[in-house]
T-cell receptor, first 110, second 118 residues
């Protein structure tokens, strides 16, 4: 089926810890995956993307891992900061459009 | 670039009224998407355009919803008549065929229009 889901709706971490947000997908034909961050009252903001021919991709303090065998995607945030508090969405491609998961709320405490 | 621009940011209307939401995509982007976000259903794609032409409107919930893109810099989403269950945040997003990440054509979202239908 066409679904993109996240394992946990909420995640609480301490400032400075590493955060891992997980996502599972069901459509093995998906070629492109993307992570978005949405702060309260704002639109989703692009974080990082990855193609199915990649296993890992790194950005600034963020890493996306793709395990095609188990259809699992994760976002790792290093040295989490209070400004990272937001809702994080994974999405997969459906042709040109994107199918979004429900989101994980990340709360960072000082 | 100012990013994707949406107006109004907030709209409160009464059931049965016509509502028009507006979007200006990022200059040079040839794809435009309309999404709806609710707590229950998350982010749902309603319709998207390529070079001003509607490509997929299968997400439009009912005939009460219509979208147009008269030119490359402007799109509207209209609800007529509006109903309380249409209350949501409506986002517009745009993308270019090449993208900027070097991996894919990521979509850039506007700030959204929060619609409340009483």
């Amino acid at each position: 089926g066409e679904s993109v889901g996240l394992h946990l709706p909420t995640l609480s971490v301490q400032e400075g810890d590493n955060s891992i947000i997980n996502c599972a997908y069901s459509n093995s034909a998906s070629d492109y995956f993307i992570w978005y961050k949405q702060e309260s009252g704002k639109g989703p903001q692009f974080i990082i993307d990855i193609r199915s021919n990649m296993d890992k991709r790194q950005g600034q303090r963020v890493t996306v891992l793709l395990n095609k065998t188990v259809k699992h995607l994760s976002l790792q945030i290093a040295a989490t900061q209070p400004g990272d508090s937001a809702v994080y969405f994974c999405a997969r491609d459906k042709g040109t459009a994107l199918i979004f998961g429900k989101g994980t709320t990340l709360s960072v405490s000082s | 670039d100012a990013g994707v621009i949406q107006s109004p940011r907030h709209e409160v209307t009464e059931m049965g009224q016509e509502v028009t939401l507006r979007c200006k995509p990022i200059s040079g982007h040839d794809y435009l998407f309309w999404y709806r976000q609710t707590m229950m259903r998350g982010l749902e794609l309603l319709i998207y355009f390529n070079n001003n032409v509607p490509i997929d409107d299968s997400g439009m919930p009912e005939d009460r919803f219509s979208a147009k893109m008269p030119n490359a810099s402007f799109s509207t989403l209209k609800i007529q008549p509006s109903e309380p269950r249409d209350s949501a945040v409506y986002f517009c997003a745009s993308s270019s065929p090449v993208g900027t990440s070097g991996v894919g054509n990521e979509q850039f979202f506007g700030p959204g229009t929060r619609l409340t239908v009483l």
